[in-house]
């Protein structure tokens, strides 16, 4: 296992991350999965096994049942890992039950320490925007709980660009605790972070954390072009995340992941893997699992390496349009800075 720094912060993570989303399973993360306590445990001490040192969960995964679930699994070796969780979800009826406001925030956190059966969270994320709340009070709510210890590091996820830099911009104005990372949707089958999520990361020395790597399983290689999706998949379930808006491109891709992880002898979700972690400003990739033979598989992503060709040949067929300014910004300026010219330029085609 690989550690890389998350951001421009001293904390160092494994390059596999474990996901929880199928810890309890129930509700709308049913498809997920339905681990009870004893196979979360087993998962866990697979990964960490493996070297995983970071564990995600989030206060909405089955209402709180996820991040119960960890804690029991972890037991006394909780600070033998990073735990990260998230803020924002709906958790109740009542008129603050939702958002980022310092009631929910604060509210929220005592509630996720309980779950968790700790005394700090070492990774507090926003989990979506907020539009009704004040930015600022959303980050002095956050930099009192780092303040207090019962959080050690923030991050965002789910911002778009814009969203993102007001946040550092307002922290940095205040002097309040910046964002070290943020977690995002990013995988061979939708590329559009590139063209202002990872730039922003570069920019600003943040980490990303992927989460659906594998695309909701879509780049697993178990769905096939003129092929029925196999019983007891998530999207035979009805799961809907991500969208596909070009099915031509999505399946050129899955039969390029096809056949270099035949050269490699290892399933196309392990090429998948590998493929994102060499993207520029990743620091991990959230893996979670139904079944012990399939988290053993992506844990094993983490040693595999893809040739400079094998990434070529995977850029090009997931190749997207560069999207306005991007087209025009790389064709009308030398200035734009080398990193994110590398990043947006074979967009150009």
Known sequence: MQYRQLGSSGLRVSTITLGTM???????????GHLDVDAARR???????????????????????????????LGSSRDEVLIATKVRGEMGDRPNDAGLSR???????????????????????VHEWDGQTPLEETLRALDDLVRSGKVRYIGASNYTGWQLMKALWASDKQHLERFVSQ?????????????????????????????????????????????????????FEGWTEPPVHDEDRLYATIDE?????????????????????AKPAVTSVIVGARTEEQLADNLAAADLVLSTEELARLDA??????????????????RIGPATRALLEPHLG
């Open 22 to 32: 199928g810890f309890g399973g129930t509700g709308w993360a049913s498809p997920i």
């Open 43 to 73: 998962q866990v001490d697979m990964a960490r096994d493996a070297g995983v040192n970071l564990i995600d969960t989030a206060d909405v995964y089955s209402s709180g049942l996820s991040e119960e679930i960890l804690g029991k699994a």
């Open 103 to 125: 009631h929910h925030i604060v509210e929220a956190a005592e509630a996720s320490l309980r779950r968790l059966g700790t005394d700090h969270i070492d990774l507090y994320q």
């Open 183 to 235: 977690q995002i949707y990013y995988s061979l089958q939708a590329r559009d972070a590139e063209s202002e999520l990872v730039p922003v990361s570069i920019d600003q020395g943040l980490g990303i954390l992927v989460w659906s790597p594998i695309a909701g399983g879509l780049l697993s290689g178990k769905y096939r072009r003129g092929q029925d999706a196999p019983a007891g998949t998530r999207r």
């Open 257 to 277: 992941l096809v056949a270099i992880g035949e050269a490699h002898d290892v399933f196309a979700a392990r090429v998948a893997l590998a493929y994102t972690l």
């Open 317 to 334: 067929v997931s190749l997207e349009p560069l999207r306005y300014p991007h087209w025009h910004q790389l064709g009308a300026s030398d």
